[in-house]
């Protein structure tokens, strides 16, 4: 493999030549209020029709979004199908019979394919086999960047040169400059898990974010390379100069959250990930603020990577920011115990 900081240098690149022009809090939501990766409105007519296997409502739903170019909502609308259809994929199985050659089924079944084989033990071999999966899903619509994430996620299985990376991830931002899910995947491959180290994973996180449009998420970004750190970092220690970029990082998240109103369900991955960053440095107060601002909507990304019980865990972690806060009374309700029922947001 080349250099990783060559790499860094031109994914940045890329993402520069492919730019396009461009409350209060709410008070704290009862344990029993609190659902874990509850679906929007759009998505739960979709969820329950596959649970009684009709895929009409998701293809529906998925075509609306290809045809409207809401590619953010389409790659999280197909990871929480995809979730569904790893234990129920009746309903899948029908829609390829109806129609093989549809762009939104094929897709699903490139996903579903790719999960599957990322738990294998021969990961990279299992997902060699699945390649053409991805490709008909990205030749089925060339303006879906959904495809080219999708292909991000499968190289870094692969083991991919950079050189390959690099080829992926400029055919990803010609399509969307500033899709959210295709810079996690590149975050993802540069982290020190992978191919990079945390130092280039922040560089390449704090630059996205600086090129950004207002209100994107990819200003988050700099929040998923703090989480890396935190929970890949050498035994939890961290040098002065990582704490300063991860507080930074939640500063950036922070104001991010701050533009959404309380409660909304389009930011909750990224407030549920930036109270784990905030409970992690033992920012009380702050982290107090976006357990009142995530309101219902607990999600399983990052709860569910430190305990087997994601929604107990979120909940422990609200009450010890509650707890550790001056002049802040309990909260209402009492903690539901076991693993829920979800799916991932």
């Known amino acids: 493999m080349v250099c990783t900081m060559s790499l860094l240098r031109s994914l940045l690149r890329a993402t520069r030549t492919a730019r396009r022009s461009p409350q209060e809090s709410a008070g704290p939501t009862a344990d029993g209020a609190v ?20 895929y009409e409502p998701a293809a529906e739903l998925l075509a609306a979004t290809r045809d409207g170019a809401e590619w953010e909502n389409r790659d999280r609308y ?30 699903v079944k490139a996903e579903l394919a790719v999960r599957r084989a990322w738990e294998s033990p021969v990961r990279a071999e299992q997902l060699r086999e699945v390649t053409p999966l991805i490709t008909a899903a990205e ?27 690099e080829a992926l991830w400029e055919q990803a931002v010609r399509r969307s400059s500033h899709h959210y899910g295709c810079h996690v995947a590149a975050l993802r491959y540069l982290s020190a898990a992978w191919y990079g180290s945390h130092r280039e994973c922040f560089d ?37 100069v990582q704490e300063e970029r991860i507080d930074a990082a939640a500063d950036l998240a922070a104001a991010l959250s701050a533009s959404f109103a309380p409660g909304d369900p ?80």
């Open 35 to 54: 659902l874990l990766d509850a679906p929007d409105e759009r998505l739960s007519p979709a969820l329950v029709a596959a649970a009684a296997g009709a």
């Open 78 to 107: 197909l990871g929480r199908l995809v979730t569904f259809a790893r234990s129920r994929d009746g309903w899948l199985t029908a829609w390829l019979a109806a129609t093989p050659h549809d762009p939104d089924a094929l897709l």
């Open 139 to 165: 030749q089925s619509d060339p303006r879906d960047p959904v495809p080219w994430r999708l292909a991000l996620d499968h190289a870094r299985g692969t083991r991919a040169t950079h050189t390959a990376f």
């Open 204 to 240: 390449f996180a704090e630059r996205a974010a600086e090129d950004s449009l207002p209100g994107s998420l990819v200003r988050a970004l700099p929040l998923r390379a703090a989480y890396s750190l935190l929970v890949e970092g050498s035994g939890g220690r961290t040098t002065p």
């Open 266 to 345: 389009w930011p909750a991955e990224v407030r549920n990930l930036l109270a784990y960053v905030l409970v992690a440095r033992g920012r009380w107060d702050a982290a107090l603020e976006q357990f009142r601002r995530i309101g219902p909507h607990a999600t399983s990304f990052p709860w569910a990577s430190v305990s087997e019980d994601p929604l107990g865990r979120f909940l422990e972690a609200r009450e010890e920011a509650r707890s550790r806060t001056p002049g802040t009374g309990p909260l209402l309700g009492r903690a539901r115990r076991g693993r829920p029922r979800g799916h991932y947001a």
